[in-house]
């Protein structure tokens, strides 16, 4: 599985960016999605993610309400939707996949077996 996230760059606070994370490869029924973030210094952080169903989300409460994840099978393209954002969400953003994650394990990336290269999303005050 290579999955490769485009889409970051520089705006102002409030604005908006998608990126999109596409996925080549074989994808194994009940691989769980999602998206990640590394801001200088930290640690990785969890975004959001579908279940391993595909059928629900879960979001960080950093970002709820603001960023919206989705996807389109047909294009086997995942989707992180940023609105209203702020300049403490400047990071490096990183799509990922794995399979075998239990839904209580979503928001640890050490669970996540496949990372794209990531793309940096840089908010301005």
């Known amino acids: 599985v290579q999955l490769q996230a485009f889409g970051g760059g520089l705006v102002q606070a409030g604005g908006s960016l998608r990126l999109s994370c596409t996925v080549s490869?074989?994808?194994?029924?009940?691989?769980?999605m999602g998206w990640f973030r590394q801001a200088p210094g930290k640690e990785r952080e969890f975004v959001a993610a579908f279940s391993r169903s595909g059928t629900n989300t879960f979001t960080a409460d950093s970002v709820k309400g603001r960023f919206t994840i989705s996807r389109d099978n047909a294009k086997k393209t995942m989707y992180l939707q940023m609105n209203s954002l702020k300049p403490e969400d400047t990071a490096v953003y990183y799509c990922a996949a794995g399979q075998g994650i239990i839904q209580s394990s979503i928001r640890t990336a050490l669970q996540y077996d496949y990372w794209g290269q990531g793309t940096q999303v840089t908010v301005s005050s």
């Open positions: 490869g074989r994808i194994f029924s009940g691989m769980v």
